[in-house]
């Protein structure tokens, strides 16, 4: 080992010394940095996923939409069925209508299904905390809670449904009754976009109030497990028929990622402050250990040590000090995601709000998805920032003359 | 071989060449292990100069010991660091076995230091610490670890070896420092006011070690003091006195 590596191995950890008091002061600034970045990482990460997986699970990973209403739906289907990526594919349609309900008015998307091959793409019925998804029927509904809640209805009752044909049928003079349906189950997704104003029938109903006769506006469709939902798409649309076009769930939900996205980004980058200032401190005592040692720097250069391995010297004990503060920080970290849920339920226990947290979040789990490449861009910067803590004390210390050093008693 | 080091300075005539013992041809005997010529040293001090040194002329043999002496402020500790080639001379010129002295990384393996506040490494034990000098010319394998274990016993710290500077009186630590200075067999050892910081009796005890373990492994010693009697226990005794050696 060249010597100024051992001496900076020295300095951080003294012969004879059993805890290195000032070392460990740095180090655990930089663990903090890096336990705090890989948790909330983690856990935002778990969110993405977690979202992720409500969008598939009520939406299919692909859809493929059709700029008129597609007539031979069956067909395409079949089509669709033959694909090797493809494990599950159901018609559905949608659109906007008018609900009303003792008074309240709201506006609702609503999906029609095809109850014969939903299950096989959707898992509705996992969300579904009131009523039964088996009531459903061409008379029926199944209302989100937001817009539950925005009607004040509730299972049982009935509700009426203004359709854009109704609209319509009014300019030719003609009168069309609203449908009147009943509520058969309420459900919640677990967030706020996928939870606002939904509502879901039957895709009879759905095709009589848009009066869609016997065509659907799209196909969702459930992949084989482990495929990539882009490049399936893709291959989708090399074999469908001009007028059907594949998109990812990605595609559907762009904006909707790109906000998560930025969010995270955001968190990230305020984050990553928290190990600067840790860099700080480092560069702080790393600063003053060459003031007090001036005397000793000015021998090693007498003895014949140069500048730049003085230098050198000083740099290596910031990447030391970073180093075992991002391991110390991943093992803290890791730990910490380990036991979230045990911290979560206790803190929910502690304020009495299990119940809350079960209903808010349909998961009592707090969720965590650690990405390879987060982790990385942690060890990497943080690696970076403290060897660079250690180059202004080590330029200090360099510029140093072995005369005026020793002269300095 | 780079060329000139910037302490190097030419002769400025043949007088000086001759005094050097420098590129004189078949010489029997070996060239001196230091040789000064007329060093001259001043500083600036706001805007006057003071002239520390007015050419100095030394030569020391291989083995032989020197003690200066002289007030403080007369220049003993810059001299020192001329002849170490730490600081640069205003002119005048300095060679090392008859050369002209060294870069830094050669400096570690022709001499040896002892200063009077010892400047030990507070990290490292006294072993560590006599290791270090050799550490820094080469990674130190099994026979430095020897020759740093047999200094240490020569200059009876045989069983403190492992003991932090601040565990050692300073008696204990200017002996560590005796043997860092000389762990590379160093052909020359300057010494500045090695017993400044030690009592009387401890500081009689380190001169005779000192000197002893030089006369033993053959290394000339510069000694800069201010006791007399330490001075006469040397084979030259020299002044420094209005920027001369006399
Ligand atoms: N870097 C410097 N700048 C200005 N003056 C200096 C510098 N270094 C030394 N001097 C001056 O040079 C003179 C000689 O200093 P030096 O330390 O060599 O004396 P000394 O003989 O070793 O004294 P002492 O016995 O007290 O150690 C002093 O007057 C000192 O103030
Ligand atoms: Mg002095």
């Known amino acids: 080992m060249p010597w100024y590596l051992y001496l900076a191995l020295k300095q951080l950890f003294p012969t004879g010394r059993r805890f290195p008091f000032f070392t460990a002061i740095s180090v655990m600034g930089v663990a903090l940095g890096v336990m705090v970045l890989v948790v909330v990482t983690s856990v935002m990460g778990g969110f993405g996923s977690e979202i992720r997986r409500m969008i598939v699970e009520t939406q299919g990973e692909v859809q493929i939409k059709a700029q008129n209403p597609i007539d031979d739906y069956s067909a395409a289907i079949r089509l669709l069925d033959a694909q090797p990526d493809v494990a599950a594919a159901t018609p559905i349609s949608e659109g906007g209508v008018l609900v009303e309900h003792s008074k309240h008015v709201a506006y609702s998307f609503i999906q029609g299904m095809d109850l014969a091959t939903v299950d096989s793409v959707f898992q509705l019925a996992k969300y579904i905390y009131e009523g039964s998804l088996d009531n459903l029927d061409d008379d029926s509904v199944i209302l989100s809670s937001q817009l539950a809640a925005a009607l004040a209805a509730n299972v049982g009752d009935r509700i009426e449904v203004y359709s854009p044909l109704l609209i319509e049928s009014l300019k030719s003079d003609t009168v069309v009754l609203p449908r009147e349906v009943r509520v058969v189950a309420l459900m919640e997704i677990g967030h706020q976009q996928l939870d606002s104003s939904r509502m879901y029938g039957t895709m009879r109903f759905v095709q009589g109030i848009y009066g869609l006769g016997h065509s659907v506006h799209g196909i969702n469709v459930r992949l084989k497990p482990g495929t990539d939902e882009d490049a399936a798409a893709a291959r989708l649309n090399a074999v469908l028929p001009g007028t059907l076009r594949a998109f990812s769930w990605q595609d559907s939900f762009q904006e909707f990622l790109w906000v998560l996205g930025l969010e995270k980004g955001m968190i990230f980058f305020l984050l990553l402050i928290i190990v600067v200032v840790a860099a700080f401190s480092v560069m702080s005592s790393l600063l003053i250990s060459v003031v007090r040692k001036t005397r000793e720097i000015g021998l090693l250069g007498a003895?014949?040590?140069?500048?730049?391995?003085?230098?050198?010297?000083?740099?290596?004990?910031?990447?030391?000090?970073?180093?075992?503060?991002?391991?110390?920080?991943?093992?803290?970290?890791?730990?910490?995601?380990?036991?979230?849920?045990?911290?979560?339920?206790?803190?929910?226990?502690?304020?009495?709000?299990?119940?809350?947290?079960?209903?808010?979040?349909?998961?009592s789990q707090l969720p965590a998805h650690t990405l390879p490449g987060d982790v990385v861009e942690i060890v990497v910067f943080t690696l970076v920032i403290s060897t660079l803590a250690g180059l202004i004390p080590a330029w200090r210390a360099a510029r140093l003359k072995p005369v005026e050093a020793l002269r300095n008693e | 071989m780079p060329d000139t080091p910037p302490n190097f300075h030419a002769p400025a005539s043949d007088v000086e060449r001759s005094r050097l013992n420098v590129d004189r041809g078949a010489v029997p005997a070996p060239p001196p292990v230091l040789a000064a010529a007329a060093l001259s040293k001043g500083y600036r001090s706001g805007d006057r100069r003071i002239e520390v040194l007015r050419g100095v002329d030394l030569t020391v043999a291989a083995g032989e010991s020197v003690s200066i002496r002289g007030e403080s402020g007369s220049g003993k500790s810059t001299l020192l660091h001329l002849f170490a080639g730490l600081d640069s001379p205003d002119t005048g010129m300095l060679a090392w076995e008859g050369r002209p002295a060294l870069p830094p990384e050669h400096r570690a393996a022709f001499l040896g230091l002892v200063f009077q506040s010892f400047y030990l490494i507070p990290e490292l034990d006294a072993l560590g610490n006599v290791l270090m000098a050799s550490r820094i010319l080469h990674p130190p394998g099994g026979a430095e670890r020897e020759r740093a274990q047999e200094l240490l016993q020569r200059v009876g710290l045989a069983e403190r070896g492992h003991h932090l500077p601040a565990q050692l009186s300073g008696g204990e630590r200017q002996r560590a420092a005796i043997a860092r200075a000389l762990i590379n067999r160093p052909r020359l050892l300057l010494a500045d006011e090695p017993t400044g910081n030690l009592d009387e009796k401890t500081g009689d005890s380190v001169i005779e070690l000192l000197l002893g373990l030089c006369a033993e492994t053959q290394t000339a010693l510069v000694l800069v003091t201010h006791n007399a009697a330490h001075a006469a226990k040397t084979g030259r005794q020299l002044f420094l006195h209005n920027g001369v050696l006399g």
């Open chain 1, 303 to 363: 003895l014949g040590g140069r500048p730049r391995q003085v230098a050198a010297c000083f740099c290596a004990q910031g990447f030391i000090i970073g180093l075992s503060g991002t391991v110390l920080g991943l093992a803290l970290g890791f730990a910490l995601l380990a036991v979230r849920n045990d911290i979560v339920l206790g803190l929910a226990r502690a304020t009495q709000r299990e119940e809350v947290l079960k209903r808010f979040y349909q998961f």
